[in-house]
């Protein structure tokens, strides 16, 4: 996507406390379309069973050892859709990269990659974009932008930005078959209620641009909490008891009306549950709060095995001597871990 000028970003954010984050938005054409590279030939074998990764990557600052997880993780093996959150473009955190783009060409994938925020605070970002991607073995066939209902507005945040939140609708070609896949990235700054509204605009979306037959998974960060990550007291309180905490993660369809919501939905999501979690949030105190964020949802697919792979370095033991994920000194390699199913399908 092409860059937009540091003082033309501070001039449009300007913007948004008179008109509102979207009537902004509709003014920069890169919010309106997915960039879509179609750049490996498609497997000559047409197979009826795909594997699916949910992964929040953390803006790509740990690029290179993101890419050497992807490539050398034993647990993956052949990955056929990829469901990233967090990949920043222009960025001077995560060294100026198309973080998209980069990994997509390391690890041999197609991607659709969607802006989600401009991030105005650092003057030094080439572009400062920040966005989802969907990386897929196979063709994309086409890709839109879902633009979710605004629960928060982030040009008032710390972090300063012109945007809200996404999902990308992709349609997958598999040898002449029809798959759709959508990544989604929720609010996390809003209740369950405020999640709930953004997943109906997503199925509203596929309702709209698919068939009632075609097989559809979901995947993404959808920052299902049980609390208002707004509300500090009250994920604080939450955390300092253990036993409630504990609750909120087991039951956890009972505190976030989106999961149940799925089902209603025709897409199930139980099967593809993380035991432990996906997301080590980090607390004042040091402690981490471990949370159950990171989601596959299915449509007429059903699970043959899932998992959860950690991307602390503690348990990344496997990887190649001497290349940037074994040498890298950092505790870990995303505040997510990345969670996979291996998925049948029939037309």
């Known amino acids: 996507m092409e860059g937009i000028p540091y003082s033309e970003r501070l001039r449009l954010g300007r913007l948004v406390p008179q008109i509102g984050q979207f009537k902004v938005m509709e003014q920069i054409p890169q919010f309106q379309?997915?960039?879509?590279?179609?750049f490996v030939a498609p497997p000559k074998e047409i197979t009826h069973t795909l594997k699916h990764m949910a992964f929040n990557i953390e803006r790509g600052v740990t690029l290179n050892e993101t890419i050497d997880f992807f490539n050398m993780c034993p647990q993956l093996g052949t990955v056929d859709l990829i469901y990233a959150n967090e990949l920043d473009d222009g960025a001077a955190r995560s060294g100026q990269k198309n973080v998209a783009m980069e990994i997509a060409k390391a690890i041999g994938m197609n991607y659709a990659y969607g802006l989600e925020f401009i991030e105005l605070?650092?003057?030094y970002d080439s572009k400062g974009f920040h966005g989802n991607a969907l990386f897929s073995r196979w063709p994309i066939k086409w890709a839109k932008i879902i633009h979710l209902p605004e629960q928060?507005?982030?040009y008032f945040d710390r972090q300063k930005r012109i945007g809200a939140r996404i999902g990308i609708l992709c349609a997958i070609d598999i040898g002449g078959h029809e798959i759709g896949a959508a990544v989604v990235h929720l609010e996390n700054r809003t209740n369950s209620k405020g999640r709930a509204k953004q997943m109906a605009v997503v199925y509203e979306e596929i309702r709209k641009s698919f068939s009632e037959n075609t097989p559809i998974m979901i995947g993404g960060d959808l920052n299902t909490?049980?609390?208002?990550?707004?509300?500090?007291?009250?994920f604080t309180a939450l955390f300092a008891n253990p036993q409630k905490m504990r609750k909120h993660m087991q039951e956890i369809e009972k505190y976030e009306a989106a999961l149940p919501q799925a089902e209603a939905n025709g897409f199930s999501y139980q099967e593809f549950s993380s035991v432990d979690g996906t997301r080590r949030k980090r607390m004042p105190d040091g402690q981490v709060m471990l949370l159950k964020l990171d989601w596959l949802l299915a449509r007429g697919m059903k699970c043959t095995s899932h998992g959860t792979i950690s991307t602390e370095m503690k348990d990344c033991r496997w990887a190649t001597p001497g290349s940037a994920l074994a040498v890298f000194k950092g505790k870990e390699i995303s505040d997510h871990n990345a969670c996979w199913a291996v998925c049948t399908w029939r037309e």
């Open 225 to 234: 909490n049980t609390f208002d990550g707004n509300n500090i007291p009250e």
């Open 152 to 154: 928060y507005n982030w």
């Open 33 to 38: 379309s997915c960039e879509v590279h179609n």
């Open 121 to 123: 605070a650092n003057p």
